[in-house]
């Protein structure tokens, strides 16, 4: 069986202006969390659940790091310390962490949740990690990446403190460059952003493990609502569910809508 | 603790518990297996099967809306085939029944489906009439009363199998729709299916689902369900399958008080993957409580 | 600030702005007078009248539904002359329009009502064919075309008063009962209506309502009003007057999307007394925001 | 204008089980308000506002005594001190609190609320007060009326502890006793309650004023769904607005259903 019940949070704290961190208590009979998966949190005004990826695993605890976007996630800010909440999970396919060299890690706006959940994992291996993170404005967790990336580069579209522009503009750059040999990449931001990013890699004919998000209702593959198109035979295409196949698809696999 | 009847008889399908669940909601069974065993469900209604698999609706398929959601998943599924093949084996490992959906884009369909599965280990069929996301065949059919009369005649003909009728919500009147399809050789008649609905998103300034319109579920449209199961219970001697925004054992008692033989759980289960357990066990204690010794007893007892 | 102008002109009944009150909701308008200055109302539609005074149902009247309510107040008013005498002057008082909406126990009322109010002091007509706490009266009409076409063709024949036609969403094609308003003489359509609907007690195990079904409205049922208001516009060119779950901004937005010209707040007065000049004044910054001269080019300005 | 906003919650207590006090600052702008009035809350999670009478009016606070019966009432006991809530009010008309010598109050179940409310009131002058309270189960605030009532007769249908069966029975014995003259009689609590007394009180031709209680939606007098049979004419009823032309009816005045 496959947990779904209460949680105790623990740890609560505000990252930036609306994005926010819980830490909750791993219930025992919890199986194996990986990076890039996510729990289905139930959120006690709105009908449906929201999933939220997991963005640190530790022995006992999970970490998620929220932003607040509508009136879900405004509920989730409320909970406290030694609150419970309603979750189900681990769910979806994370990453796959297979032994890299060097990796190269891209997360734009609350993408970098995910993203920075798999950098810690990684670090337990001598994984060269380079990073590039991208925000509409200021930007935030910068210093959780330093702690395990060797080179953390920051841009935002709007705060003047970083490099501004686009998170494309420095992918392109690094890919380029001779020099820096990277094997696999991990994207998590707006499916904008990862349209371009796919783009970029296939360019570069560097594999990219994209992780998506959409709207869900079941999250475990039975409603049929979170799908995208993922390439199927020579020509055709299927629509694939983000909650069951995904949320990690790679590069070559996904095609995106005009 | 006392003990109380919850064997039900919808006219032929013999379920062990009133409470199924409802097709489109629970995939194929094998998704749910994870978070509560499938032998605690009275039947389960496959997601909306077609002849050929479909690939359904591109775009966004979903938008929330205050206590509900539409979708607009356009028939996804593997077909009638694989089905046959891969899901009727994988069900059959629990005890529980097995109710496949058919979808048709025309009559002939609908029949040859009905054909097919005749000579398959399914329990009943569920002629979905009323599936508003295929613009060429569910919406017409389930509102046409002359239509109606012709899809469910021939399906009648086409398989001895036990016949359930799904009804759209989306009618003039309702009590009309189930009369003829009782006429016309329905063993029992499930309502409701999903109303038809419009979420638009202004910022992008266009309709959510990609598609426009899709069908609406969830405690929002519980009134509307409660309504027609109350009217067609008075329109028809065959059982009745409720359902619509069912979400906890109170809403259940409703149902059951409304008309309905048996209910089955939608939307509610994306949010309690184990609702259906919990709804089984509160309406038990329910009927001990009242001094019920069956769950048939529940059916329409209103007080005068 | 930039200015946006909120005008509308409904073919022929010009408002300030498009926020009105929905008939029911808002009473006679004094009732809100404490709360709101009615002169910030683009128009305020009166509780449904009727040609003699109306006691009303008996017994409980509200249920309340999962973000909704079900209603059976049952046209309870103190009838034509009575609003004539002392509701119109007390409203006059306010710089709004009046809508007297209008319901009959037969055709024939409809006309003798629309006939003395030709000559009275209100605004605008509007044509109740929809309500379904009058058994011998709306359901029936707003449901079946042939009489919708007599209704509103003798109604339009009888006073050269604006005319709206309020429809019930209870029908399978809702497209084609306003072609009908339309081509005999409405001058604008509003909807929705109340959806038919039932809650059920199950310690006492009867309906709430003690006439078993009732009209539900609030924000459960806006996904249907959208989708009609958006199904109406493609069918006729008279303008729409949209309702159905209306509660901020947002919704308001989606319905002028949708194709309505001008809204009305129904339930959301219960809970929010000042809510419709909120509304305007969001729906003011968020033209001025997007660049709109004025809110009529919003109306069914969807990107594509 | 009438008051409609948020107000501060400034003390919060349980008085049992399931019945809970708020006292809240009142806004400077409200008028005068009266006992047997209501004020209507806004209830985050439900659609529509939870009507409640005032328990104790002061100078500068409003106290409310509720009952947690369904979802509103348990979202309101969740309010903690510091809290806002929405309330708009003061509503409907309250009891008439002409100069009697001597008047009893009866209150049943919740209903002892609005009714230590007006007793406190009534305490200002010197009226003779005597009080009859009956329960289901435990009494609550038995005390808060022996500060200022003469005598308090308290009866529960199932506490041992007190006098056993319905508020009835003491009242007939009170009306029947020639020494007790009584000039009015003051009643709030489940509508069978009411119309026990009603009769009661019809029987013994003691002028009694019944607070009405029944599901609202506007609580203003517009939506016509709150309402009672009331005597019109000599032989006629109509159907008055329990929020508006009540909740405050004269015992001779309301026709109760079968
Ligand atoms: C697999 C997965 C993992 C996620 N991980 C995180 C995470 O770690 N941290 C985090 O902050 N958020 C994450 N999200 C996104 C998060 O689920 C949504 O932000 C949240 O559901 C929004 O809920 P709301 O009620 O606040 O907003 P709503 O009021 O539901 O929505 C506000 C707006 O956002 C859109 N929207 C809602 N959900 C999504 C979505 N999932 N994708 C794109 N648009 C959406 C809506 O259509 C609407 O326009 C994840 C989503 C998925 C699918
Ligand atoms: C004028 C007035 C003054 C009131 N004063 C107080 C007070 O001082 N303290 C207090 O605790 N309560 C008071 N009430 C009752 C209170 O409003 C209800 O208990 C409350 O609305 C119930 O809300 P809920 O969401 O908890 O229950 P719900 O889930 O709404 O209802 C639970 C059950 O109670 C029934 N019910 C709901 N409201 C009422 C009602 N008003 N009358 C009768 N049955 C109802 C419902 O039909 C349902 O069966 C008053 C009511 C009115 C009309
Ligand atoms: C995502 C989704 C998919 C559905 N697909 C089908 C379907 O394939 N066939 C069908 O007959 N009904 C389908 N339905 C309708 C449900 O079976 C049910 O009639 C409806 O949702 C009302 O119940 P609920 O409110 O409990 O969800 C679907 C509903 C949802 C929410
Ligand atoms: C209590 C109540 C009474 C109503 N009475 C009438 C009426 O007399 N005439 C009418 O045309 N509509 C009546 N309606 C319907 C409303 O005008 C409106 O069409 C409907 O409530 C949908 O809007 P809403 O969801 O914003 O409330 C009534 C609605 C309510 C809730
Ligand atoms: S959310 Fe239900 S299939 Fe993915
Ligand atoms: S609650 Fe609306 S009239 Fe009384």
């Not at chain 1, 380029?176 to 570069?204: H, N, R, T, W």
């Not at chain 2, 919850?6 to 379920?15: F, H, P, Q, S």
């Not at chain 2, 029949?111 to 398959?120: D, G, N, P, R």
């Amino acid at each position: 069986m496959k947990f779904q019940g209460l949680v105790k949070v623990i740890q609560k704290k505000f990252v930036s202006d609306d994005v926010f961190k819980i830490v909750i208590e791993k219930p025992e009979h919890m199986g194996e969390v990986r990076p890039g998966q996510f729990f289905n949190f139930n959120v006690e005004r709105m009908l449906l659940r929201r999933p939220i990826s997991v963005s640190a695993i530790g022995e006992e605890t999970l970490e998620f790091t929220i932003k607040i976007l509508g009136k879900g996630t405004k509920e989730l800010s409320l909970l406290k310390t030694l609150d419970e909440v309603d979750i189900m999970g681990p769910l979806g396919n994370g990453f796959d962490t297979l032994n890299h060299k060097k990796v190269l890690l891209v997360g734009g706006g609350i993408g970098v949740a995910p993203i920075k959940g798999l950098g810690e994992f990684l670090s337990k291996d001598s994984i060269e990690m380079k990073t590039l993170l991208g925000f509409r404005d200021t930007p935030y967790m910068i210093d959780d990446f330093k702690a395990f990336s060797n080179e953390v580069i920051t841009v935002s579209e709007n705060d003047k403190d970083y490099r501004l522009g686009y998170i494309t503009v420095p992918l392109e750059e690094v890919l380029a460059d001779p020099k820096e040999k990277i094997d696999m990449i991990y994207a998590c931001g707006p499916l904008v952003m990862l349209k371009s990013v796919q783009k970029i890699c296939a360019q570069f004919n560097t594999p990219v493990q994209l992780l998506m998000e959409e709207k869900m209702a079941c999250g475990i593959g039975a409603c049929l609502v979170c799908t995208c198109k993922t390439k199927e035979g020579d020509f055709g295409f299927k629509h694939s569910r983000m909650c069951l196949e995904g949320p990690m698809f790679y590069g070559d696999e996904v095609i995106f809508d005009e | 603790m006392s003990s109380v009847d919850m064997r039900v008889d919808l006219n032929g399908l013999k379920l062990k518990n009133p409470i199924t669940v409802a097709s489109g909601t629970f995939g194929f069974g094998r998704e749910y297996a994870d978070y509560i065993d499938l032998s605690d469900i009275g039947a389960i209604s496959v997601k909306g099967l077609t002849l050929e698999p479909r690939q359904g609706n591109e775009g966004i398929r979903i938008a929330e809306t205050p206590m509900g959601m539409i979708n607009s998943v356009g028939l996804q599924n593997p077909g009638v085939e694989q089905f046959i093949r891969e899901e009727i084996p994988f069900l059959r490992q629990f005890d529980t029944k097995i109710i496949a959906n058919i979808n048709g884009n025309n009559i002939d369909e609908y029949c040859k489906m009905a054909e097919i599965l005749s000579y398959e280990d399914v329990d009943s069929l569920e002629l979905n009439i009323s599936c508003p996301n295929v613009k060429n065949g569910g919406l017409a059919f389930g509102t046409n009363p002359s239509v109606v009369k012709e899809v469910v005649s021939r399906v009648r003909a086409a398989s001895k199998k036990h016949l359930i009728v799904k009804l759209s919500p989306n009618v003039t009147n309702i009590k009309e729709i189930a009369m003829i399809a009782e006429q016309e050789g329905a063993d029992c008649i499930s309502l409701i299916n999903t109303l038809s609905g419009m979420v638009i998103d202004i910022n992008k300034r266009k309709p959510v689902l990609k598609r426009g319109s899709g069908g609406l579920s969830g405690p929002a449209i519980k009134p509307i369900a409660v309504r027609m199961v109350y009217d067609v219970y008075d329109a028809v001697k065959i059982p009745i399958l409720g359902m619509g925004g069912i979400s906890n054992s109170t809403d259940a008692i409703e149902f059951f008080l409304a008309g309905a033989n048996a209910i089955a759980i939608g939307t509610a289960n994306f949010v309690e993957p184990r609702v259906t357990k919990q709804i089984l066990a509160d309406l038990k204690s329910y009927l001990i409580r009242n001094n019920y010794d069956s769950v048939n007893e529940l059916v329409r007892d209103l007080s005068v």
